[in-house]
T-cell receptor
Framework: GAGVSQSPSNKVTEKGKDVELRCDPI?????LYWYRQSLGQGLEFLIY????????KSGLPSDRFSAERTGGSVSTLTIQRTQQEDSAVYLC??????????FGPGTRLLVL | DQQVKQNSPSLSVQEGRISILNCDYT??????FLWYKKYPAEGPTFLIS?????DKNEDGRFTVFLNKSAKHLSLHIVPSQPGDSAVYFC???????????FGKGTTLSVSS
């Protein structure tokens, strides 16, 4: 079956603009995660959705970042008033009931 | 403060030899460990995992060893192949479904 998909694959924006990144998890997976990887760094956890429970937002770096998951499937990560330090690869992963996380290809965000 | 450390940024191995990638962690609450492989411009691909109740898990050419007393795990690849050349990330969690904490990765180069 299809894996995790993310769109857009690349995004270039100007500082101060808002951006939306989309993630389509593997069908049937109940958990969805957002991570980001800045240049030369490991993956950094941002937010986690599990079923209908309240999301774990403990990794969001500032209140400019938010995410929602509609209908228990597709998720959108929104970054408001983007800054240059937001430039990174944003990765989405999904899992079935908390088992192994499977990653999408990522969205490469560049803030000029 | 990094909870998961991969102290070797790079490793070079000849084809057919063993590759040993190392990972140290500081949080004694971690009970699940994973290794992911990442090619450029792709998302991380799950390789192998181990629960804290085990000290070894094997899958084909890949074996992961866990030493809880030393808070250390390692990934062995035998025999190494040129297609194994990639960035390898160690990750840990303290419960199924929780966010993964990643190391910064080790770049493995396997020469033929």
């Amino acid at each position: 079956g299809a894996g995790v998909s993310q769109s857009p694959s690349n995004k270039v924006t100007e500082k101060g603009k808002d951006v939306e990144l989309r993630c389509d998890p593997i069908s049937g997976h109940t958990a969805l995660y957002w991570y980001r990887q800045s240049l030369g760094q490991g993956l950094e956890f941002l937010i986690y959705f599990q079923g209908n429970s309240a999301p774990d937002k403990s990794g969001l770096p500032s209140d400019r970042f938010s995410a929602e998951r509609t209908g228990g499937s597709v998720s959108t990560l929104t970054i408001q008033r983007t800054q240059q330090e937001d430039s990174a690869v944003y990765l989405c992963a999904s899992s079935y009931r908390g088992e192994t996380q499977y990653f999408g290809p990522g969205t490469r965000l560049l803030v000029l | 403060d990094q909870q998961v450390k991969q102290n070797s940024p790079s490793l070079s191995v000849q084809e057919g030899r063993i590759s040993i990638l190392n990972c140290d962690y500081t949080n004694s609450m971690f009970d699940y460990f994973l290794w992911y492989k990442k090619y450029p411009a792709e998302g991380p691909t799950f390789l192998i995992s181990i629960s804290s109740i085990k000290d070894k898990n094997e899958d084909g050419r890949f074996t992961v060893f866990l030493n809880k007393s030393a808070k250390h795990l390692s990934l062995h690849i035998v025999p190494s192949q040129p297609g194994d050349s990639a960035v390898y990330f160690c990750a840990a969690s303290n419960g199924a479904g929780t966010a993964l904490i990643f190391g910064k990765g080790t770049t493995l180069s396997v020469s033929s």
